[in-house]
């Protein structure tokens, strides 16, 4: 189903052909995108990446992450793999950073993330 109300009528016969009826109301909502907001790279296999919750729906969005100074560290178009804080094959220092994600005329999605060593 796509996002919105559906309403669905359930109709039950007993054995002798006695009926009972009632509607049922669903609602099917879009997933939020939550980006994690901090991460450890630090090979223990807990966190080692920055997750984003139902990145699966950021196919074709923009994904940018900026130091405090505003360089690019990490780009991506969608989110198939996650980012492991490492830039230019150098792993970032600890610290905050910071991400904007944009998806068509959606409003873009802004944050920090934390890199924990």
């Not at 099917?28 to 630090?42: I, R």
């Amino acid at each position: 189903l796509t996002e919105g109300e559906y309403t669905f009528r359930i109709t039950v016969t007993d054995g002798e052909g006695q009926t009972a009826s009632d509607d049922l109301l669903v609602i099917v909502e879009k997933p939020d995108v939550q980006p994690m907001n901090v991460f450890s790279p630090n090979n223990d296999s807990f966190y080692d990446t920055w997750r984003i919750e139902n990145a699966s729906l950021l196919a074709g969005c923009k994904i940018e992450v900026t130091d405090r100074q505003g360089k690019k560290v990490f780009e991506s178009t969608g989110y198939e793999t996650e980012w492991d804080g490492v830039t230019n094959g150098q792993p970032l220092p600890m610290g905050a950073y910071f991400y904007t994600i944009r998806c068509s005329q959606q409003k873009p999605l802004t944050g920090s993330v934390t890199i924990i060593r």
